[in-house]
């Protein structure tokens, strides 16, 4: 396997660029294959975006979807009608994402801002996962649920792939391990890899300081990501590593950066 043939590139690094262009600066830094970001911009399903469009954009470019990233804003606290209105916007993105032809959809199972949760609230929880991921698969697609950076309310859900497995682990999904969310979640990548096992479909590749979820590209932070790409395929992971990098405003060089780490 090419270097290069092992990744994806989020079009969140492209956020605040229309998503055509996105896809066609991606392609052209040599990638092939791209995580279509769905949260408020580019594939959101609330956006209304022209599906027709966006896949002629991704055939123009050569590009395939490695999978679609499911919104997590707006959806508000957890009050009367909050699971009706995520149920709905969930089932509008496993739409997408069948159109779009991927077969896997990474999903946030709390938001720090708006839905956090505790214990309390881990039956109903898992009622609405069982139904979103049996919905998945009728569609073809596997939910991915990925660990999420701790919050500042201790009480709240610690979203390792321990919990996640510990809480959901019954159920037909699969987990997305975002490697700079892991140690800010009390849990070391490798911890992280042994608790996913086979489940574990896709990775999200980025690097922090070890207090913040900065989204750094992979060489820049604490985390050692040759090794731990080593550990990955070493442990039977085969399949990719998304590079899910934020752009700062100026994402062109850091997309030139994340070419030459993907052909190291």
């Known amino acids: 396997m090419k270097c290069m043939d092992e990744y994806a590139v989020s079009t969140w690094l492209y956020e605040s660029r229309p998503l055509d262009e996105a896809l066609e600066k991606i ?16 594939v ?6 022209d599906l027709g469009h966006v896949k002629a954009a991704l055939k123009k470019n050569g590009l395939s979807v490695h999978s679609v990233h499911a919104p997590f804003d707006g959806l508000g606290p957890m009050k009367t009608g909050f699971y009706e209105k995520w149920r709905d916007l969930m089932g509008r993105s496993l ?15 709390l938001n720090r801002h708006e839905y956090d949760w505790g214990s309390p609230d881990e039956g109903a929880m898992h009622d609405f996962f069982a139904e979103l991921a049996k919905s998945a698969r009728s569609h073809g697609i596997t939910l991915l649920l990925e660990n999420l950076a701790d919050g ?3 009480s709240k859900f610690r979203c390792s792939i321990r919990n996640l497995a510990k809480v959901f682990g019954d159920l037909d999904i699969g987990y997305c391990i975002d490697i700079g969310h892991s140690p800010l979640c009390g849990e070391a ?9 086979s489940r574990l479909m896709s990775v999200h590749v980025n690097n922090n300081d070890g207090a913040h ?17 080593r550990e990955m395929r070493e442990s039977g992971y085969s399949g990719d590593f998304v590079l899910e990098v934020a752009g700062h405003g ?9 070419a030459a780490c993907s052909q190291s």
């Open 27 to 42: 392609a052209a830094a040599g990638f092939r294959k791209v995580e279509l970001w769905g949260n408020r911009v580019h």
């Open 44 to 49: 959101d399903p609330r956006l209304d975006a």
């Open 95 to 109: 739409g997408l994402c069948k159109e779009l032809g991927s077969s896997l959809m990474v999903v946030h199972a």
């Open 152 to 154: 500042p309310d201790p």
């Open 189 to 197: 990548v490798g911890e992280a890899i042994a608790e996913a096992g």
């Open 213 to 229: 979820d900065l989204h750094n590209p992979p060489e820049d932070g604490r985390l050692d990501w040759p090794a731990i790409r």
């Open 250 to 258: 100026s994402p062109d060089p850091i997309l030139s950066r994340l």
